[in-house]
């Protein structure tokens, strides 16, 4: 596709339950980002990716999180005992050589936990 | 630590009128200076974006004035248009904008008709 896919849409889950959700960055793109957008309060570092690098994983908000991303193209971000504070919208974005800046976004997930 | 503050939380602006959105940062690495552009159900997208060496930078209807003494920057929408109306997102890197970004929380700005 010509942009980055995102999917699924929307995810509603229960509190305790593991979700999986998947990026597929713009084809080429080495560089690969994970932010999440909480209601008023911004878009939210998690993890980056670039090339065959060690992630940088900084931004996870606890180990309950996790990422991965295989082939160095699609990426899957496993929330594992979902809480209800981790209702968002997960965005992905892809780069050219970690050019941050200039990344493409994604449409999202939205994630609800009830 | 919020490294980005922006303000304000949401804006009403006529059709035709300047739509002015401010941010502050405190990390003083930060060497790059983006906004973006988001619309309901979208994922951001980049607007325009600034280095500390120039102080303001237009793009049409939209420009960026930087103040890197006060470390303040600002996004100004000349002659606002409905089609304007979406959410505003400022941001800052550093090394170049090789490192992630850092955002504001947003500005939900609407133009009236």
């Known amino acids: 596709g010509a942009g980055v896919s995102q999917s699924p849409s929307n995810k509603v889950t229960e509190k305790g339950k593991d979700v999986e959700l998947r990026c597929d960055p713009i084809?080429?793109?080495?560089?690969l980002y994970w932010y999440r957008q909480s209601l008023g309060q911004g878009l939210e570092f998690l993890i980056y990716?670039?090339?065959?690098?060690?992630?940088?994983k900084s931004g996870l908000p606890s180990d309950r999180f996790s990422a991965e991303r295989t082939g160095g193209s699609v990426s899957t971000l496993t929330i594992q005992r979902t809480q209800q504070e981790d209702s968002a919208v997960y965005l992905c974005?892809?780069?050219?050589?970690?050019?941050?800046?200039?990344?493409?976004f994604g449409q999202g997930t939205r994630l609800t936990v009830v | 630590q919020q490294q980005v503050k922006q303000s304000p939380q949401s804006l009403i602006v006529q059709k035709g009128g300047i739509s002015i959105i401010n941010c502050a940062y405190e990390?003083?690495?930060?060497?790059?200076f983006p906004w973006y552009q988001q619309f309901p159900g979208k994922g951001p997208a980049l607007l325009i974006a600034?280095?500390?060496?120039?102080s303001e930078k237009k793009e049409g209807r939209f420009t960026i004035s930087f103040n890197k003494s006060a470390k303040q920057f600002s996004l100004h929408i000349m002659d606002s248009q409905p089609g304007d109306s979406a959410t505003y997102f400022c941001?800052?890197?550093?090394?170049?904008?090789?490192?992630?970004?850092?955002f504001g929380k947003g500005t939900m700005l609407l133009v009236s008709p």
């Open positions: 974005a892809s780069s050219l050589k970690g050019v941050t800046i200039k990344a493409f």
């Open positions: 084809s080429g793109h080495t560089a």
């Open positions: 990716f670039q090339g065959n690098s060690a992630p940088d």
């Open positions: 990390n003083t690495a930060f060497d790059y």
């Open positions: 600034i280095r500390p060496d120039v």
């Open positions: 941001a800052a890197s550093d090394n170049s904008g090789y490192s992630t970004l850092t």
